[in-house]
């Protein structure tokens, strides 16, 4: 799947406490992700809240990981998904949601 995208905002303000904010255009939509900056030790490690407002009020934590290995890198990306769900929801419901929202995350 191939998408191309027209950023129409970008702001960062890459400090503990910063924030940052992404809107981009595809497919005749735009999707805005805004978070805000909890780790910064260059250069091995990067935490970071995400949120996308117009899908869920959730907020997620990302944390990048470089690990030096001689001349090569090994970069380590994990994002904690807050998956809301509803009373009376079954296992089988909230395992279901988990991986629609983990195969979202992953496309975007």
């Known amino acids: 799947m191939h998408y191309t995208y027209l950023y129409k905002v970008v702001q960062n303000e890459p400090k503990v406490g910063g924030t940052w904010e992404i809107v981009d255009h595809r497919e005749g939509k735009d999707y805005r992700a805004i978070g805000e900056y909890l780790e910064i030790d260059p250069p ?6 995400f949120e996308m407002p117009q899908f869920s009020e959730t907020v ?21 998904i807050i998956v ?5 929801w079954t296992r089988d419901d ?8 983990n195969t979202g995350s992953e496309q975007g």
Do not use: C, M, N, W
């Open 60 to 80: 997620d934590t990302i944390t990048v990981e470089v690990t030096s290995h001689g001349e090569r890198s090994e970069l380590t990306f994990t994002q904690h």
């Open 94 to 101: 909230i395992e279901k949601a988990i991986l629609k929202y």
């Open 44 to 49: 091995s490690r990067l935490v970071l809240t």
């Open 84 to 88: 809301p769900h509803e009373e009376g």
